[in-house]
């Protein structure tokens, strides 16, 4: 099993920065990808950016230039630095690896965090 913990969230100021930290741990073989997700109330979850092994990295469009990931392979940890953050930016963010494990043999699945809340208010 793998287990993703997420920290960083909080409550910031609009136009403020946060940056979060998702730690994945357990019996890995490999992690194909990471990435953050966010769901605001009685919304669904929407993708905000992915981060490939192989280096791809890709943005949803509401967060370009605004949002970047990065990843830690050495410490299987993802980060997600927010800056200019907006209001609309108010959502729980998750953690994914899609990852696989010694006992899965060659068939990867998706881990989900718990979540972190970020609160965009004045």
């Known amino acids: 099993q793998v287990q993703l913990v997420e920290s960083g969230g909080g409550l910031v100021q609009p136009g403020g920065s946060l940056r979060l930290s998702c730690a994945a741990s357990g019996t890995i073989s490999s992690i194909y990808r990471m990435a953050w997700y966010r769901q605001a109330p009685g919304k669904q979850r929407e993708l905000v950016a992915i981060n490939f092994a192989a280096g791809m990295i890709r943005y949803a469009d509401f967060v370009k230039g605004r949002f970047t990931i990065s990843r830690d392979n050495g410490k299987n940890t993802v980060y997600l630095q927010m800056n200019s953050l907006k209001p609309e930016d108010t959502a729980v963010y998750y953690c994914?690896?899609?990852?696989?494990?010694?006992?899965?043999?060659?068939?990867?699945?998706?881990?989900w965090g718990q979540g972190t809340q970020v609160t965009v208010s004045s």
């Open positions: 994914n690896a899609y990852a696989d494990t010694p006992a899965a043999r060659g068939r990867p699945s998706d881990y």
